[in-house]
């Protein structure tokens, strides 16, 4: 069964969407929204991983599984990455009742 | 297959887009949701099963839950006033364009990337993903393990010394 | 013993103070400083009894992990910059104090003292991780567990805004290195169908790899790791995180973390120059980062008020001389000829002594003259002459004054630059140098002559503890003697 897939048409959807993360952390002025366009783009990298995960495939044709590996870690650092950057973004709004980044110039000589 | 790849790529880039364009923080947040799950769908195309489904639990789940439920104890409104300034957006869409522009050529030449997707046979599609992943994790990669669950400690600590109760 | 020994032995450590401090009830948390440090030292002089690795183990650990005499070298150093970091810390608890202290009147003042001193060495555990991977998923992992310490430790003081701000930032700019180094493994995985080096190393070798592919993945991971070691365009986050943080940990975030940054630059490096195909776009891509570095590092240096930022800025400068060095690898090594392994080495050995040196100095003065401007050195020289001298030697040795660690550190890069032909980046270098000279002097004549009025002079002598007191000495000894026989610290590297 021929599906018309192919490995670019995953790694260009990927591509795409880290672009888009990356112009998210451009733009956007609120941290929370950066954090989130961040964890995007990690994301966007997580499938580039699974797909070529999928497609290096080993001797009896499985997927090679170290590419979902290192995805599992992945994962795991981003959960700890978040809930450490949560904190400290919930502490500077206690000290500041801000979350908007230009407002954060308080160091600029 | 085709068609649903179609569907759920888009879901993933319109959910992205929208966390992006949206003012209102939650609404951003859902977006981001729907994206995560586009995603998921594409890795259980991809017969990434276990990490479609952690996609969605830890991901969907847990990440974003954590971020909603930031964005409501700091009771974080709309912006207000213009959305993007010039400079930024124009910076934005120079980076991501030059981005777009640089995989699209990298794909156009990556020879390797013209490989069909075929559904699995025989011994491969017996191997469940779950097996094979966890095997691996507490054989060969017990170091990287061992690192990570350090990193979880810290990570826990950290988050305890830095949400400890305010001064009022 | 084995060298991984070393590293369970500092996790435990780690584990340790956290009990210490949870259940023993400390009246002063100062020993948990004292037994960190003692545990340290006692690691540092393991490092030279570590046996390699048995030819018969044949354990899928050493896939991960390597135990060259180059790991070694980099494991002293964090353990090193860990050690002073703790002593540093010691001086300047009263400020933690202050930006920690629990509401509750009846709490103890030192509360949120423990934990300072203990992620330190979480951090150096996973900063000898770091100097030992050779898998991208075992670097990928220790790198991570030390960037989630230092996020923790750069927001630390949570009172403090100017302390959150730069954690706020440099939480931004690691996460996106993060995005970046993620997708640049993925692509280098998905090309070569390993996690290993070596193996990356051959697939790249072999030629059947596209090499604009190649290339992307270098790119992607070249825009990650030049976050972390502060090359430009991507070192903007650079100057506000190091004023904002507490001192103790700008010194380790400007030594460990860069010593970190760079070994893993070396290794992925190798295994891109190691290919024919994209190798001389890759000593390009260097040398054009180099060069930018070295000339914005240093100018951007000069106008500079504050003296902690002034070190921000001398740090981005000291990684464009450390890039030149890898831009300027060369190809065959010849006999005598240093690799560009090891002058890296070298100079982030020497970049140790003197900036832990100068950041144990800006500590003191932040103490006790509560600023970090230049102006607040002035009369140093009379009023506290020991800390003037030290700073004095850790400026010399920042120039690269002859008879001094900073010097060889120099020389050798300019050495590789001048044997590979470099000419361009030799005289950009050779500006920056210039330039040093001018902004790190602007400090030593704040100390000793631009004082009109006689009055700083009379301010009270800064008191150094016997601890400081020692370390100081310690590492003005290591740079003069690195200075007059750079051969020997050469040996260490092997």
Not at chain 3, 268 to 280: H, I, K, Q
């Amino acid at each position: 069964m021929d599906t018309g897939l192919t490995l670019n048409h995953f790694l260009a959807v990927s591509g795409i969407l880290f672009a888009i993360g990356l112009a998210g952390v451009l733009i956007r002025r609120n941290i929370i929204v950066i954090f989130m366009c961040l964890e995007l783009m990690l994301s966007a990298a997580n499938l580039t991983l699974v797909a070529f995960s999928r497609f290096n495939t080993g001797a009896n044709g499985a997927p090679d599984y170290h590419g979902q590996v290192l995805l599992f870690f992945i994962i795991t650092v981003a959960a700890a990455e978040v809930a450490v950057g949560l904190a400290i973004i919930v502490a500077l709004f206690r000290a500041r009742e801000t979350t908007d980044v230009t407002q954060i110039a308080s160091m600029k000589n | 297959m085709t068609f649903l790849f179609y569907i759920f790529a888009a879901l993933a880039i319109v959910g992205g887009i929208g966390v992006v364009l949206n003012r209102n923080p939650v609404s951003s947040a859902f977006a981001m949701i729907v994206s995560f799950l586009g995603l998921a769908a594409l890795y259980i195309q991809l017969d990434a099963y276990l990490v479609g489904t952690l996609q969605i639990l830890v991901y969907a789940g847990a990440i974003m839950v954590l971020f909603l439920f930031i964005i409501m104890l700091l009771d974080i409104k709309s912006e207000e006033g213009r959305q993007f300034g010039v400079f930024s957006t124009a910076g934005a869409v120079v980076v991501a364009g030059g981005m777009l522009l640089i995989v699209a050529k990298v794909l156009k030449n990556f020879e390797a990337g013209e490989k069909a997707l075929t559904p699995l046979k025989g011994a491969a599609a017996e191997t469940t993903d779950v097996s094979a992943i966890g095997e691996l994790l507490f054989t060969t990669y017990w170091f990287p393990v061992q690192v990570i669950g350090m990193l979880l400690l810290v990570a826990t600590v950290g988050v305890v010394v830095l949400s400890k109760r305010e001064l009022r | 013993m084995p060298a991984y020994a070393l590293e369970i032995i500092v996790f435990s450590l780690g584990l340790v103070l956290l009990l210490v401090d949870a259940f023993a009830k400390l009246e002063d948390k100062r020993s948990l400083a004292w037994l960190g440090m003692l545990g340290l030292v006692v690691v540092f002089g393991l490092l030279f009894k570590v046996e390699p690795r048995a030819a018969d183990d044949a354990n899928v650990f050493w896939r991960f992990y390597s135990d060259s005499r180059m790991s070694l070298f980099f494991k002293g150093i964090a353990i090193l910059s860990t050690i002073l970091v703790l002593a540093m810390a010691i001086d300047y608890r009263g400020l933690i104090e202050k930006f920690t202290a629990p509401a509750e009147k009846k709490a103890h003042p030192q509360a949120g003292l423990g934990e300072f001193f203990a992620l330190p060495v979480f951090a150096c555990a996973g900063l000898m991780c770091m100097a030992s991977a050779t898998n991208l998923v075992s670097i990928f992992v220790s790198l991570e567990a030390v960037t989630i310490t230092f996020y923790v430790m750069v927001a630390y003081m949570r009172r403090n805004v100017g302390s959150l701000e730069a954690g706020v930032k440099y939480l931004i700019l690691g996460a996106l290195s993060t995005g970046f180094l993620v997708y640049g493994f993925a692509w280098l995985y998905g090309i070569t169908g390993s996690m290993d080096l070596a193996e990356i190393g051959a697939a790249l070798k072999s030629g059947d790899v596209s090499p604009t592919a190649a290339l992307f993945a270098f790119s992607l991971i070249l825009v990650a790791l030049g976050f972390k070691v502060g090359a430009v365009p991507f070192q903007m986050w650079i100057p506000d995180v190091y004023q904002g943080a507490p001192t103790p940990i700008t010194a380790f975030l400007s030594v460990g973390s860069k010593a970190a940054g760079f070994i893993v630059l070396l290794r992925l490096s190798a295994v891109f120059l190691g290919s024919e195909a994209v190798a001389g776009q890759v000593a390009m891509a260097f040398a054009v980062v180099a060069g930018l570095t070295l000339i914005v590092g240093n100018l951007t240096a000069i106008p500079q008020s504050n003296f902690k930022r002034l070190l921000a800025y001398s740090s981005i400068a000291h990684a464009g001389f450390l890039l030149t060095a890898l831009a300027a690898a060369p190809r065959k090594l010849e006999a005598g000829q240093l690799s560009s392994a090891t002058v890296v080495a070298f100079y982030l050995g020497a970049y140790l002594l003197m900036t832990l040196l100068a950041f144990l100095v800006v500590g003191l003065v932040r103490v006790h003259r509560d600023s970090e401007e230049i102006e607040a050195y002035r009369g140093l020289g009379k009023s506290s002459p020991f800390l003037a001298l030290a700073l004095l030697i850790a400026m010399a040795s920042l120039a690269g004054v002859p008879l001094t660690a900073g010097f060889f550190g120099k020389f050798f890069v300019f050495q590789l630059a001048i044997q590979g032909g470099h000419w361009w980046l030799v005289t950009l270098a050779a500006i920056g140098a210039g330039a040093g000279f001018y902004y790190y002097l602007k400090v030593v004549a704040a100390m000793y002559w631009d004082d009109p009025t006689g009055a700083a002079a009379k301010a009270a002598a800064i008191p150094v503890s016997a601890l400081t007191r020692a370390a100081v000495v310690t590492l003005i000894v290591l740079i003069v003697i690195a200075g007059f026989a750079p051969r020997m610290i050469l040996g260490l590297i092997g």
